[in-house]
């Protein structure tokens, strides 16, 4: 059975896990030919987010929790990878946001596509069928698309279309190659 991890990177997301976690698991219950696992990566949260994980940790077998000081998003996702990939040893590696902003129900749809050969899945905004939330300000609309306007052109490669999506999968593989 191939594994996957799910690293989940928190700041005061206390609340959140607490609905994301159950909700995950109920749909990974369905593709068992999956062992998904979840990391949660916080950072001190001042909510006691911690907390709430250890509880999880408590309930549900697939539940590991790493704890460190707050240096940022980009500094969470590395130390999540560098600690799931040398002790759970995953094929896939997920990114997600903890506040209920990505929805789980995609996540068997990430994996088809892996199975199917990809090495790379985005959960795209802007393909047919994606969307952004209708409550984003204008201002992160304009940096959201201008954004990845700039990554496309900077990388001169326009088969991506959503180079800010914070939702994606990798095959763990990939994720030593570029490191
Ligand atoms: N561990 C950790 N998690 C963070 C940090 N900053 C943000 N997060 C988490 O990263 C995810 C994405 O952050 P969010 O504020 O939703 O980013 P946005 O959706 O791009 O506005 C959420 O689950 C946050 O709780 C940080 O410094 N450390
Ligand atoms: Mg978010």
């Not at 995953?90 to 789980?104: G, K, S, T």
């Amino acid at each position: 059975m191939k594994k996957a991890l799910i690293v989940l990177p928190t700041y005061n997301e206390r609340e959140n896990i607490r609905v994301l976690v159950p909700q995950i698991n109920e749909i990974v219950e369905k593709i068992p030919h999956w062992d998904v696992q979840i990391l949660i990566v916080d950072d001190n949260s001042p909510d006691g987010t911690y907390k709430e994980a250890e509880l999880l940790k408590k309930k549900y077998k697939n539940i590991h929790l790493l704890k460190g000081k707050k240096e940022g998003l980009g500094k969470a996702y590395l130390r999540g990878f560098e600690y799931g990939l040398e002790h759970i040893k995953p094929y896939v590696v997920f990114e997600m946001d903890a506040d209920l902003q990505h929805n789980p129900k995609l996540i068997p749809l990430f994996l088809k596509e892996i199975e199917q050969g990809a090495d790379f899945v985005i959960g795209s905004r802007y393909i047919k069928g994606g969307s952004i939330p209708k409550h984003w300000s204008i201002d992160r609309k304009f940096y959201s698309v201008v954004g990845n306007l700039v990554a496309s052109l900077g990388f001169m490669n326009f088969s991506v279309h959503d180079w800010t999506s914070g939702y994606r999968a990798q095959k763990g593989l990939v994720y030593k190659r570029c490191n």
